[in-house]
């Protein structure tokens, strides 16, 4: 009975962010790279079949291309010596636009600022996913570095050629072939100069190793840093176009209603473009402001039916869960052992329930797009994590071909998961084609928390059996609701049962930053202190004494080692807690201290120790950047963010009434980078957060006893309850 | 409409527009100052901050009609041709920031809180700059580029007082 079952595999388990491919898409036409590019010389990789329901590419033959359909990524050195860099990755605050040229440039042996990387361009660049899930730097970093190898190469080639020696003894340095025996160079420009070479990476080109990098592993500073900080940068809410109008959209008062009435004669006689689709009311004008008071103008009457509240939200969930028969998704169910034996043998059951609130993204730049028709073709500018999903939304709406639709992303300011969707480039692009004139869209703040979608809420109900020296025998695990990223236990546990229960989602649910792991990780770690204390053992030795994952158990050491775990002593009002596990191949341990006033029962977190451990480090002060902001945006979630809701409207979907982390709640915040350079590089933007929240509630329970079992822990104002 | 008169980055300009127009609509969409952003509406975030004779003000919620005979200054107008000013270059090198979005309003708060106190205490800075939010939570980096910008500045004061002398 010891044999693992695995019913579905949890591999990616990330419902919510895996997006189906589109039902129907066209071949593209044939492209001549070379007319399209320059002369000069073009390196691609292409993707091993089958990986592209996981990775960036997607593996089709397309009949008539001049490069294979299921191209990855590619890299053109100019005849100028100047590299392009073509990725369908896109950068929306953590910084792959820096870390993904340092690994070009460290393997094309090349100053970082000779590279541009164009990005998120779906008429430029190779067709990508989207950016989610941690992906970039374990793929893409690695697959541009590939090309980059494989380009170094083909100079060394050429050089060879063109001094009829043996390509051997040549080397690569500072953007130049070099022959050490006669100190001869070559530019790479001169290299590449009237040359029209594409070449496919061979199969297996050796990387530089980690070891070796001196580009690689460098605290490089963000490249185009300079535009930040002078306002010179256009996110896709700052860009313009000659003859543009602004596009507002009229919101329905629920969610799910449907227009009755509509008289918009005021509207038009303002000057403005109305647009009634359907359910889609919208106008354009030639400013936002007379767009606004067109909107405002606008008499509709619309029908909604009643929903639930958040004050039933858990009930809800748990009543509305895939026993259903209208709902998607089979669940994910793991088993090892046998739960059942193991708990008849074991201590009593206690079970314990936890849940996780609806949270916003809010994104501090809300939604935008810019869209044009020429003719019949489509031009998008916006920010999104998946412009080549958001191209075939359009293609959707429009019901035309994807190769008449472009969409580009221009650095975006922020998503965390909550930018994968196209609704505001298809109302653009809707109101552009009524107005026959360029239309932007940009989201007011109360529309990206109505409109946009939220983290799921869950409920999770977890029952552990344990010996007394501490051993954990069995273990029960069900989520209802939240996800199943991080469901998985990574103590050694012989007898598991672990379910994911889809259910149906009172709200719009879709990914954010770290997903379930979140959820999974609070309950979890929670469950484990719950059991600690129950033995009156130190959480960090009955963790350790069920944990045999090396990586794990160096983060969890380096975090106590750190914080001083064990050497202070709690005092009341004082207290100390941990959390930690495993996510995106990223390793994390995050210990917490918090104050808690007695007579006030306010909670403040005073410091946070976080180890944090994703194999190589490709940019250090980056990294820590990350963990750091993980940290403070976890806060929120952790502490008092909650999305209120009644009757298919947001109650609280306003900055002044949707507390998220300010100066004011920053505590000191250490971070320990553990640099493992014999393993691969792997992402770090969502581990880092998973610690958070069970190390803070953990805290809270021992300065005063007191069981924090909900997410957010307090959102009256800090206040213990 | 109204005939509204802004003095903007040194440079007068008149704008024709709604009376109630905010300073914010103004600048991005008028005369196509994109730096300021947008980010709530309510003057809760921070993120269209710009200095109003020197002193910080949220334009989104400032009245652009009531800003005539005020100096106006943008993220555009801290520089000075290619130099850029001292806070500029603290949040440069400390990469006190991710997306960028929060660091025009975050300089431009920056430059308003060491105009008034050039030595301030971390939390003083913390006091002053809680109406600007960073979403990505560079906020220690911000803390660590505020504290380097008014050393740097306190310097090139000294600098300048030697040279007077």
């Given at each position: 009975m010891s044999e693992t079952t695995r019913i579905s595999a949890p591999w990616e388990p990330e419902r919510y962010e895996l997006a189906s491919a589109p039902v129907y898409r066209f071949d593209l036409v044939r492209r001549d790279f070379f007319k399209f590019l320059g002369a000069g010389v073009l390196v691609f990789s292409v993707l091993k079949q089958g990986a592209w329901s996981q990775e960036s590419g997607r593996a089709r033959a397309r009949r008539g291309d001049s490069l294979p359909g299921e191209i990855d990524a590619w890299l053109h050195i100019r005849e100028n010596g100047k590299v392009r860099v073509y990725t369908g990755k896109v950068e929306v605050g953590q910084n792959v636009r820096t870390s993904l040229s340092q690994g070009v440039a460290e393997e094309l042996r090349l100053p970082v600022e000779q590279i541009d990387l164009v990005m998120g361009d779906t008429q430029l660049t190779p067709f990508d996913m989207g950016t989610f899930g941690s992906r970039t730097t374990p793929t893409m970093n690695l697959q541009l570095r590939k090309v980059a190898a494989s380009a170094r190469d083909l100079l060394i080639d050429l050089a060879a050629a063109r001094w009829q020696t043996d390509r051997r003894h040549l080397v690569a340095v500072d953007g130049k072939v070099m022959d050490p025996i006669t100190k001869g160079s070559l530019e790479y420009a001169d290299l590449v100069k009237g040359q029209r070479l594409a070449q496919r990476i061979p199969a297996e080109d050796p990387l530089t190793p980690a070891a070796s990098w001196t580009v690689m592993g460098q605290s490089l500073p963000k490249l185009n840093g300079i535009d930040f900080v002078t306002g010179k940068h256009r996110y896709p809410s700052d860009q313009k176009l000659q003859d543009m109008w602004h596009g507002k959209i009229l919101r329905p008062p629920a969610f799910g209603a449907t227009l009755l009435s509509l008289d918009s004669r005021k509207a038009e006689q303002m000057g403005a473009t109305v647009v009634r689709d359907g359910n889609f009311v919208g106008v354009a004008a030639p400013s936002s402001g007379l767009s606004a008071a067109a909107i405002a103008s606008i008499h509709a009457e619309w029908k909604s039916e009643p929903q639930p509240s958040s004050k039933e939200l858990f009930d809800y969930l748990k009543k509305n869960t895939g026993d259903g028969t209208d709902l998607s998704g089979d669940g994910d169910r793991y088993d090892v052992g046998n739960v059942d034996e193991a708990f008849a043998s074991s201590g009593p059951r206690v079970q314990r329930t936890y849940t996780v609130s609806y949270i916003a993204h809010v994104p501090l730049?809300?939604?935008?797009?810019?869209?044009?028709?020429?003719?019949?073709?489509?031009?998008?500018?916006?920010?999104?994590?998946?412009?080549?999903?958001?191209?075939?939304?359009?293609?959707?709406?429009?019901?035309?071909?994807?190769?008449?639709?472009?969409?580009?992303?221009?650095?975006?300011?922020?998503?965390?998961?909550?930018?994968?969707?196209?609704?505001?480039?298809?109302?653009?692009?809707?109101?552009?084609?009524?107005?026959?004139?360029?239309?932007?869209?940009?989201?007011?703040?109360?529309?990206?928390?109505?409109?946009?979608?939220?983290?799921?809420?869950?409920?999770?109900?977890?029952?552990?059996?344990?010996?007394?020296?501490?051993?954990?025998?069995?273990?029960?695990?069900?989520?209802?609701?939240?996800?199943?990223?991080?469901?998985?236990?990574?103590?050694?546990?012989?007898?598991?049962?672990?379910?994911?229960?889809?259910?149906?989602?009172p709200l719009r649910q879709g990914s954010y930053r770290a997903l379930a792991a979140t959820a999974n990780h609070f309950a979890r770690e929670s469950y484990m202190d719950e059991l600690a204390s129950a033995l009156k053992m130190d959480p960090l030795e009955f963790r350790m004494k069920n944990l045999r994952n090396e990586r794990l158990r160096a983060v969890f050491q380096a975090a106590a080692d750190k914080f001083d775990w064990g050497k202070q002593k709690a005092e009341p009002g004082r207290g100390f807690g941990m959390g930690g596990g495993y996510e995106k191949l990223g390793n994390i341990a995050t210990f917490a201290e918090v104050n808690v006033d007695r007579k006030a029962k306010a909670v403040k977190v005073v410091r946070i120790v976080s180890a944090f451990e994703c194999g190589a480090i490709v940019n250090p002060g980056d990294l820590r950047n990350q963990v750091e902001g993980s940290n403070v945006q976890g806060m929120g979630g952790a502490l008092f963010e909650a999305i209120q809701f009644e009757n298919g409207r947001i109650l609280n979907g306003r900055m002044s009434q949707y507390r998220v982390p300010r100066f004011s709640d920053l505590p000191v915040i250490e971070t320990v980078l553990l640099d493992r350079k014999d393993l691969p590089s792997a992402g770090a933007g969502e581990c880092p957060m998973i610690g958070l929240a069970p190390a803070i509630a953990n805290a809270i329970f021992d300065a005063t006893g007191d069981r924090l079992r909900s997410l957010p822990l307090v959102p009256d104002g800090l206040k213990l309850t | 409409m109204a005939t509204i008169e802004l003095a903007v980055n040194g440079r007068p300009c008149t704008v024709e527009a709604d009376a109630q127009i905010s300073l914010l609509t103004v600048l991005r969409e008028n005369l196509d100052l994109t730096g300021t952003k947008y980010g709530c509406g309510e003057g809760q975030c921070g993120a269209c901050t710009v200095l109003v004779d020197g002193r910080a003000q949220r334009s989104c919620v400032t009245r652009a009609e009531n800003m005539a005979q005020k100096q106006i200054t943008t993220i555009e107008g801290l520089a000075r041709g290619d130099q850029l000013h001292p806070v500029q270059e603290a949040f440069l090198e400390e990469g006190a920031l991710q997306c960028g979005y929060c660091t025009p309003g975050m300089i431009l708060s920056t430059v308003a809180l060491l105009s008034r106190n050039d030595h301030p205490t971390r939390t003083e800075i913390i006091d002053f700059l809680d109406g600007n939010l960073c979403r990505c939570g560079a906020y220690s980096r911000i803390i660590g580029a505020v504290q380097k910008a008014a050393t740097r500045l306190a310097k090139s004061n000294m600098g300048k007082d030697a040279g007077n002398e």
């Open positions: 730049e809300p939604r935008a797009a810019l869209a044009k028709w020429d003719g019949d073709n489509l031009t998008v500018w916006t920010g999104t994590q998946r412009p080549f999903g958001v191209r075939d939304e359009l293609a959707e709406a429009f019901r035309m071909p994807e190769d008449r639709v472009r969409v580009l992303m221009p650095d975006t300011g922020s998503a965390y998961g909550g930018k994968h969707t196209g609704e505001t480039a298809i109302e653009a692009a809707r109101l552009a084609r009524a107005a026959r004139r360029p239309v932007k869209v940009v989201w007011t703040r109360e529309e990206e928390f109505m409109w946009a979608y939220f983290r799921p809420a869950g409920v999770i109900d977890v029952v552990g059996g344990v010996r007394s020296d501490g051993t954990i025998t069995a273990w029960e695990f069900h989520n209802y609701n939240s996800g199943s990223a991080g469901i998985r236990t990574y103590y050694e546990i012989p007898n598991q049962r672990i379910v994911f229960h889809p259910a149906r989602s | -």
